[in-house]
């Protein structure tokens, strides 16, 4: 009997807009780690090949950072869109893979914990597993010269997060219909929605906050850096004892 194995498919390859940094949002490092570093190590800890769709450039220089993991690392050259890149890594997976955990480099401090609960969903029979939190603003529906129209019912609205988990046949499927009509969504559930599938939302966690903004960064940098403080606070209590 074959197990049944499973593989990351990262989204690496946008150029962080919003961001504004000098160079693409994955290749940007907090406490010293590139964001594509640390959702690939998360990764490398519960799957078993790890695909990364680079920004154009900065191929070898990601396959470079990524060569001591401990599962296999293939990276290609991403897309004009996330659906386009996630399409073309999906393209790279080994036949043997059974499960696909995608997941953005910009959700880089995701927990391992979050990651095996969306592949254990899937080991248990689920198709279409997504980590998502309930919205806490409210949100309004509004016109083009920003008019209020409507305000939603916040109790069945969830901001979604990755890693998105599929069942690798349903989500080959999703993308091929996207390629075919010329589909972009922002996440890959949505791919899956269009073809009819039942899709599972899961509590996700606040660490899988996707970085977008300087002010995302910033939240990180800070966390870290409070993080090395208390390390280097309960040491020096160590030294004393
Ligand atoms: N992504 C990708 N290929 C693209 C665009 C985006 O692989 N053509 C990836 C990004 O690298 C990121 C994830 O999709 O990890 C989520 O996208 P987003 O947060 O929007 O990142 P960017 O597109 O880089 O940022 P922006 O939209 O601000 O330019
Ligand atoms: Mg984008």
Do not use: W
């Amino acid at each position: 009997m074959t197990s049944a194995l499973s593989a990351g498919v990262i989204p690496a390859a946008g150029s962080g807009e919003r961001l504004g940094a000098k160079r693409p949002k994955a290749l940007v490092k907090v406490g010293g780690c590139t964001l594509i570093y640390r959702a690939a190590s998360k990764l490398s800890k519960v799957v078993d090949e790890i695909v990364v769709a680079a920004p154009v450039g900065y191929e070898a220089k990601i396959a470079k950072s990524l060569r001591k993991l401990s599962v296999p690392v293939v990276v290609i050259t991403g897309g004009r869109s996330r659906t386009e890149s996630v399409s073309l890594a999906l393209g790279q997976l080994t036949p043997g893979i059974r499960y696909v955990l995608i997941h953005d480099a910009a959700r880089a401090f995701a927990p391992i914990s979050l990651i095996r609960k969306v592949l254990q969903m899937l080991q248990g029979g689920e198709n279409a597993v997504v980590p998502a939190i309930a919205v806490t603003d409210t949100i309004k529906i509004v016109d083009e010269n920003e008019h209020v129209q409507s305000t939603v019912n916040r109790e069945s609205l969830r901001a979604v997060q990755t890693p998105q988990g599929f069942a690798r046949a349903l989500i080959d499927r999703a993308h091929e219909e996207a390629r075919l009509n010329e589909l972009i969504g922002t996440d890959d559930a949505s791919l899956v929605e269009m073809l009819g599938a039942t899709v599972l939302i899961i509590p996700g966690d606040e660490r899988a906050r996707k970085i977008t903004t300087a002010s995302d960064l910033l939240h990180y940098r800070n966390l870290k850096q409070k993080m090395k403080q208390n390390v280097k606070r309960s040491d020096s209590k160590g030294g004393k004892v």
